[in-house]
Nanobody
């Protein structure tokens, strides 16, 4: 059974940095892509970043490009999201997710989700 467990969220000020972690277990992930999504109150869940586990190739939403970086540690089966220069609009619950095949910007394409971790950016 696939399990994804996020950690690292918290309350920070605008301009600060934060690193989220997603510990994955339950299958071999090397053939799949890992994702970070986020959901703010009253908003739809949106794609943030994706990474191909085997190659390390990455894809980002325009809203976070240049500020966020997704990476993975194969030995630890863990995916990270380094968030720099945080803005008020980055406030959301952040979710780790995976599915079959390529990186997808559509939440409906992904089968497995973590429980989420809250990131709150204050002024």
């Amino acid at each position: 059974q696939v399990q994804l467990v996020e950690s690292g969220g918290g309350l920070v000020q605008a301009g600060d940095s934060l690193r989220l972690s997603c510990a994955a277990s339950g299958r071999a992930f090397t053939s799949y892509a890992m994702h970070w999504f986020r959901q703010a109150p009253g908003e739809e869940r949106e794609f943030v970043a994706g990474i191909y586990w085997s190659s390390g190739a990455t894809i980002y939403a325009d809203s976070v490009k240049g500020r966020f970086a997704i990476s993975r540690d194969n030995a630890k089966n863990t995916v990270y999201l380094q968030m720099n220069s945080l803005k008020l609009e980055d406030t959301a619950v952040y979710y780790c997710a995976t599915g079959e095949g390529a990186v997808s910007r559509k939440p409906s394409a992904l089968y497995y989700w973590g429980q989420g971790t809250q990131v709150t950016v204050s002024s």
